[in-house]
């Protein structure tokens, strides 16, 4: 699946992970000119105490009257254990430290980041959000060791993360949490420490080894034998502040549940045809301000899917409003902007007949959804939307593609107002996302991000590793102002120094080249399970001639 690898608060914190190591920038909010501060955050040296592994020791000695040496030998032996036991813990993070996943936010009067990290640990780290400003972002850029001021041990590992706030019933600010969703489909909240502690008492740049916690997690939900691949918590409208969590999985779907009462469920998104790939939703909580004070009561959440397709949804009445056709990755011989420009077009009309009626004509939601957009109409050439990301004021959409060296901007038509008693969409609400600029990557995206001044940040390959693009006019047009741009200077210059190498994509493939979230389905059980349909053609989208989240199944 796609990995957490970048992530932003507002438009002055980002995070982002460059293979096994992860950074952090602040700028100063107050001028944009100056760098707070940059961050390596550094994995815990975890404290193996107590685990019975080859790190402690057994208390036997040697046998009285040993000859021929053997109890020097056995010294020297027990002396090189506990000699590459201490090499061991002091680099287990190097050996056990991929990362999987990256958030950030801003907590009062500090800036809290989240790691998870291949070893099954959730690293959380503080640094105060008034830094001291640096001069001329052109001085020489040295990252900050930071070492986590709580870790916590998951069952599973998580491959993506939230903060939130569980609110009080009095008129105390409520409980500060980062909830994690793990490979086993559950979702975990973890207490994030109060601010009240005073960190002058903590050297959080010290290297210090740290025993993990777990007792204090608590399950908010789970997916039915299924993976997680993206979490999201936005609430609900601005007549009902009652927040959602959103839960992406394996099985082609999105729940929405009620938070922090999670064991309730709102409904489900419906209507991708395999495995959810990416997601975004918008945040109200700063529509607000990047809209005048106008948030037009939007609750749209983006997905992408294994299918080749990305939906825009509203998450509030469970309906699809929009989809961008598949795009399809580029043969050895063509370009893939030039073939991807083709593939485009070939599907355009599928799009336009999918459009909703200008008259106003009724239909059904469903008659949106094309039953031939699945991955396997395609022959294994569906280019899997890897990346995913809507702009706060929910102007335009931005788009990744594995094995694409590009972006996709897509503009979101204007959405008819609802009213309180809306309880459905009807066809004259949906939306075409046609795309409007494709932005060329010198090397294959790997995650991005759109900040709420609504330009967006993308994690790459080096030697660029994160590119930065403004939109300069009303007409959503995007420039290139990575050279200006004092995240990338910063981190594109710590990488380098690094000489740190990035990962080819930000999907998990198997040794024969297929995705690992791709389901591979029983040939034998499909043979008694699957029925014959017409002219004795055999449906293999899904067990008993009919995928079992296809509209012809949910109309029953």
Known sequence: MSKQWLHSFQAHVVVAAFNDRAFAIAVNKNDISSINEV????????????????????GEKPASGASNGDGNKNDEKDGKTKKQDTESNQLSADTKGEIQAVCCTEIESHVWFAVSREDKTLNLYCVPSTCKAKSNAQEKVEAKQLQPLKVYHMPKRARCLVFSVVPSQTQNPGCNIIIAGDLSGDSYAYPVPSTDVSLTSI???????????????????????????????????????????????????????????????????????????????????????????????????????????????????????????????????????????????????????SDCDQEGNDCESDDFDSDDDGEESYNGEVAVPLAVAISSDSNYAVVARDSISSIDIHPIPPLAKK?????????????????????????????????????????????????????????IEFDDVSSTSLFCSALKKIAL??????????????EDGGLKLQKKVDQKELANDTDEVEDGVTDVAGKGGVHWNSAERRNT
């Not at 961050?39 to 057994?58: D, F, M, Q, V, W």
């Not at 009620?258 to 309730?264: A, D, L, N, R, S």
Request: aromatic share 6%; charged share 20%; with cysteine.
């Open 39 to 58: 961050y390596e955050l550094l994995p815990a040296a975890i404290s193996t105490k107590g685990s019975g592994g080859r790190g402690e020791a057994t």
């Open 203 to 353: 050297d959080t740049t010290a290297a210090t080894t740290i025993q993990t916690e777990s007792a204090s997690r608590r399950l908010l939900l789970g997916h039915t034998a299924s993976i997680l691949t993206g979490m999201n918590v936005v609430p609900s409208s601005a007549e009902k502040p009652k927040q959602f969590l959103l839960t992406a999985d394996r099985d082609e779907k999105v729940r929405v549940s009620y938070f922090p009462e999670t064991h309730i469920v709102h409904g489900y998104l419906l209507g991708h045809t395999a495995f959810i790939s990416a997601m975004d939703a918008v945040d109200d909580r700063y529509l607000s301000a990047a809209n005048g004070g106008d948030d037009n009561n939007r609750t749209l959440c983006l997905t992408g899917s294994g299918d080749g397709t990305v939906r825009l949804w509203d998450y509030q009445l469970c309906k699809e409003i929009g989809m961008v056709p598949v795009v399809l990755k580029a043969p050895t011989n063509e370009t893939a902007v030039d073939f991807k420009e083709k593939a485009n077009d070939e599907s355009e009309n599928d799009v336009k007949s």
């Open 419 to 475: 009213t309180s008693s809306s309880s459905s969409l009807c066809l004259s609400q949906l939306v075409s996302l046609h795309k409007k600029q494709t932005l060329t990557c010198p090397s294959q995206p790997l995650d991005l991000r759109v900040l709420t001044d609504n330009s967006v940040l993308v994690l790459t390959r080096e030697p660029d590793y994160i590119l930065h693009y403004k939109c300069v006019d009303s007409n």
């Open 497 to 510: 120094s690094h000489n740190i190498s990035m990962p080819m994509t930000a999907l998990e493939y198997n």
